[in-house]
Antibody, heavy 121, light 107 residues
């Protein structure tokens, strides 16, 4: 059974650094073709693509956020971590992680349940 | 970035109706397009990928078509569970981008 689960703080103060963790099970982050990405959704708004990391450590970022984002993986823990620096109220959103498999030629086929992060003083 | 524009933003329909949602890309994305369904408070669910390939377990009333810059999602006969929001997403170029969403509501 393939699952992804996001974890992290629910409340962050402006200018702080946000660290979110995606813990996966049912597949391996070292399998050729596996990618895990982050997507966010502000309340009542559309989805926004943030970053993606592949099994070979290839990393892709949204250009508009690239200066503030870092995506890494810890294969021993089956985790993908997203760090966002200097957060502000506009970063309030539900953050999702999701899996991509190159071999399927699909986009994200499995998603976590999401975690709501509020940025407020 | 490639801009994805969905139309309409809101669609009013009845159970049993055939509905079509359109997604246009600002440049060609070949057939690297996915459609997602999102229910309130839930994560998006993959319906269709590569523009027309139905994800496993998705009812056959959902279908997708198109290539290049214009794509459609068709629901052949709306069911009560289908009155939610749908998003298209291109994955031809990074950064991947989503449409703004189409909410299907009950007429």
């Amino acid at each position: 059974q393939i699952t992804l689960k996001e974890s992290g703080p629910t409340l962050v103060k402006p200018t702080q650094t946000l660290t979110l963790t995606c813990t996966v099970s049912g597949f391996s982050l070292t399998t050729t073709g596996v990618g895990v990405g982050w997507i966010r959704q502000p309340p009542g708004k559309a989805l926004e693509w943030l970053a993606l990391i592949y099994w070979d450590d290839d990393k892709r970022y949204s250009p508009s956020l690239k200066n503030r984002l870092t995506i890494t993986k810890d294969t021993s823990k089956n985790q993908v971590v997203l760090t966002m620096t200097n957060v502000g109220p506009v970063d309030t959103a539900t953050y999702y992680c999701a899996r991509r498999l190159l071999s399927r030629a699909s986009s994200y086929d499995f998603w976590g349940q999401g975690t709501l992060v509020t940025v407020s003083s | 970035d490639i801009q994805m524009t969905q139309s309409p933003s809101t669609l009013s329909a009845s159970v049993g109706d055939r509905v079509t949602i359109t997604c246009r890309a600002s440049q060609s994305i070949s057939n690297w397009l996915a459609w997602y369904q999102q229910k309130p408070g839930k994560a998006p669910k993959l319906l269709i990928y590569k523009a027309s390939t139905l994800e496993s377990g998705v009812p056959s009333r959902f279908s997708g078509s198109g290539s290049g810059t214009e794509f459609t999602l068709t629901i052949s006969s709306l069911q009560p569970d289908d009155f939610v929001t749908y998003y298209c997403q291109q994955y031809n170029n990074y950064p991947w981008t989503f449409g703004q969403g189409t909410k299907v509501e009950i007429k």
